[in-house]
């Protein structure tokens, strides 16, 4: 065997027995095919067992995470050189209307209403532009992550996921929204969380392709 299928077999071994993320190993197989280190075959049996090795560890909802959760399981720090909104101000939320809907099914009539609207001005105006994808409820998980001294897998549920162009480029065209009726501050937990995953999207989705 090649040392550089060696190293990719030993990067699918089994989590018990290796430090390193999932992640970290999809990336190393990738990276082997993209440098002609190894096949297309190898690299499909490398996913397989990667996925395997996934299924051996507890799924944990996003939405039951707190913020601080979130931000740690995610290992999310905050960019203090990013200066793009340091102008924005800031905008307060307005107080609910006496007439607001009382359910989250009502609420996401509105927030349909107001997506496929804007979806259709879109399209309309730039009848060349890349197309604009929206998807409702679409499960997902990530993982592993270090969470409360165990390793488990963080399951997503998005209420809908906004892009546009390739799947390889989504986690740079990607909208997240999550609706909430009062308790805002769940969802900003929950979108933060969403919007960190999305960040290894194009390695997750590479690798699903091939092994179709």
Request: charged share 30%; glycine share 2%.
């Amino acid at each position: 065997m090649s040392k550089s299928k060696a190293t990719t077999q030993k990067a699918a071994e089994s989590p018990a027995r290796e430090k390193v993320s999932l992640l970290d190993k999809l990336k190393l197989a990738v990276k082997d095919y993209l440098d002609r280190k190894v096949d297309e075959i190898q690299l499909r049996k490398t996913a397989e067992e990667v996925n395997k090795a996934s299924k051996q560890y507890k799924a944990v909802q996003i939405s039951s995470l707190s913020l601080k959760e979130v931000v740690k399981a995610l290992n999310l720090k905050h960019d203090t050189k990013d200066g793009e909104l340091q102008h924005v101000p800031q905008v307060p939320l307005p107080p609910p209307p006496s007439r607001s809907p009382s359910t989250e099914a009502s609420i996401r009539w509105i927030i349909d209403t107001l997506l496929l609207n804007a979806h259709r001005i879109a399209a309309y105006q730039l009848p060349h532009a890349q197309p604009s994808n929206v998807q409702t409820e679409r499960s997902y998980k990530y993982g592993p992550v270090s969470l409360k001294r165990e390793r488990v897998m963080l399951s997503a549920r998005p209420d809908y996921r906004i892009w546009y162009g390739e799947d390889e480029a989504v986690c740079l065209n990607v909208l997240i929204v999550e609706a909430k009726k009062t308790d805002i501050e769940s969802g900003v937990a929950q979108a933060l969380g969403y919007m960190g995953e999305y960040l290894t999207m194009p390695i997750i989705l590479y690798i699903r392709k091939l092994t179709r």
